[in-house]
């Protein structure tokens, strides 16, 4: 490597949900430090009081931490900065670089309505304005020359100077905008990579501007310019860039459905990005080994929920019984499975680069612990975590989400099954269906209780009244478990036991018998 160890940021706003694509943006960060030995910050910007909340820090935080992705240094406020903003502020202001400007917005907007270039018209540049309450002051964007951002995805894209207005660093109430906090705060932090979604290119020419005003002022000293990497926007099936209102875009929807952090992790990394060779399911280790910036692809990349679900069977499938089991707690034993999800560990103090900079406001926002949003249907003291294992090889077959698990096995831990109407009309409709739960009762009262002598003792019964097995399994198996899908019947009826099986077998009959057969 040369140059300076990179140094890179994810610099979310807490306004809402913690959104897949900013998760992937954190990703891509996170692999480029990994990889590049180089420093992952963490920066809040929470400068938008109105729409900042702590709870959704909180799930920043906690989905970071999930996913394996701590910061190096941070979690950085910027809400805590607000007196270096100043500063830069006035430097730029003695450097004649800004201006103050009291338009009102609905001034701007009538004299520029018939304006051929959108935006500030410069109204306020040349009156000399002093700064004070009531004032915005805006930037004095060159009127002259183009402004390039040169791009790991993108190649260099440059803009006009004369296509860029005069645009506000500084509200009239005196808070920073967010092009220029987020300018300030690389500075201080000697960012040298910007990692981001492409939704912010059109505001990177303004950085470079400012960034390069900081400099001519040498507030904060001379920094240099990081490289830029805008990573293409995620969009639906319908090619529709996801929407928070019409998609499934929360991280914290697919962590309570139950996918696991590593099938996430893995498949986040694709979106936009393709590990070399075919293989699309890669150790974390080779996405760090062969991520590259200048490979992200610059087409959008559809969030393809099936794949994920896919890749996430795949993951459930590949561990260990043990793994499986612990994995699902949250899920069937909430009380003993809910993992604490720690606070990052990240060094809370800045180095030496950012020693004047941010610090987190004392007691912001600490993960809170996770829990799945819905509880197992069984009272909680009838779960039976040796019965829960001796059916979790069956279970981790078949499930594509650990929340998935719960209905696996319900029938083992509630007094009654939760009957599935159309599973048990299918019953009703089965001319043998009474032949075979009185079959199945008689034998399954005397045989060995082992799931090879009751598949033997299911095969026997079908063939004594002409049926292949699955046929006379099926209205065992919704006497039994309530449902016509789930784990293997005969290791379903083994870890049940005798009893319970038998009752159910004998209330399914008298179910038949009663009037209507009907629930
Ligand atoms: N806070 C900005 C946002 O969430 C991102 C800033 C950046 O990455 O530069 O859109």
């Not at 599973?423 to 409709?429: D, Q």
Request: glycine share 8%; net charge negative; hydrophobic share 40%.
């Amino acid at each position: 490597m040369t140059g300076p160890q990179p140094r890179v940021r994810f610099a979310p706003s807490p306004t809402g949900y913690f959104h897949v694509g900013s998760a992937r943006t954190s990703l891509f960060n996170w692999l480029f430090a990994r990889q590049q030995g180089g420093t992952f910050i963490l920066r809040i910007e929470d400068t938008d009081a109105e729409r900042s909340r702590p709870e959704w820090v909180s799930g920043i935080l906690s989905a970071m931490a999930w996913l394996g992705m701590e910061p190096d240094e941070g979690p950085f406020f910027q809400s805590a900065r607000a007196d270096r903003h100043r500063e830069a502020i006035d430097a730029l202001w003695n450097g004649g670089f800004l201006y103050a400007c009291d338009c009102t917005r609905e001034a701007v907007i009538e004299r520029t309505r018939n304006n051929a270039v959108p935006g500030y018209d410069g109204f306020c540049r040349d009156r000399g304005l002093e700064r004070g309450p009531g004032r915005a002051l805006r930037f004095r964007v060159p009127d002259e020359g183009t402004t390039v951002v040169h791009d790991l995805v993108r190649g260099d894209v440059e803009f006009p100077n004369a296509s860029m207005e005069d645009f506000v660093c500084a509200k009239s109430n005196g808070q920073p905008l967010f092009v220029f906090a987020n300018v300030v705060d690389d500075r201080d932090s000697a960012i040298t990579h910007v990692i981001r979604g492409e939704d912010l290119l059109p505001s990177t020419p303004k950085g470079i501007l400012l960034w390069h005003a900081l400099d001519s002022v040498a507030d904060g000293g001379i920094r240099a310019l990081p490289r830029f990497a805008h990573l293409p926007m995620l969009v639906n099936e319908r090619r529709q860039k996801l929407s928070k209102r019409r998609d499934p875009v929360a991280l914290e929807l697919y962590r309570d459905a139950g996918y696991l952090a590593v099938a996430m992790r893995n498949y986040l990394a694709l979106l936009g990005w393709s590990p070399p060779g075919d293989q699309e399911k890669v150790d974390v280790e080779v996405l760090i080994s062969t991520f590259r910036l200048e490979d992200v692809h610059h087409a959008p990349a559809f969030f393809d929920v099936q794949k994920l679900r896919h890749l996430n069977g795949e993951y459930i499938r590949e561990l260990s019984l043990d793994a499986f089991v612990e994995a699902s707690l949250p899920w069937v034993a909430p009380d003993q499975g809910a993992p604490s999800i720690a606070a990052p560990q990240a060094a809370i103090a800045p180095r030496e680069t950012t020693s004047s900079g941010p610090t987190p406001p004392p007691g912001a926002a600490a993960p809170t612990a996770w829990r799945p949003p819905t509880d197992p249907p069984w009272p909680r003291e009838r779960f039976d975590p040796a019965a829960f294992r001796r059916i979790a090889p069956a279970v981790q077959e078949r499930v594509t989400t650990l929340g998935e698990v719960p209905a696996m096995i319900d029938f083992l831990f509630l007094v009654d099954p939760i009957i599935d109407p159309v599973s048990w009309e299918k019953v009703v409709a089965d001319p043998n269906a009474r032949s075979v739960l009185s079959a199945a009762a008689e034998r399954y009262a005397a045989c060995e209780w082992v799931a090879a002598v009751l598949h033997d003792e299911t095969r026997a019964l079908g063939d004594q009244l002409g049926l292949k097995l699955n046929k006379a399994q099926a209205p065992i198996r919704v006497a039994i478990t309530g449902r016509g899908v789930g784990p293997p019947l005969f290791e379903s009826l083994e870890v049940l036991g005798r009893d319970v099986t038998l009752q159910r077998i004998r209330q399914a009959l008298d179910r038949l018998s009663s009037s209507s057969g009907t629930l």
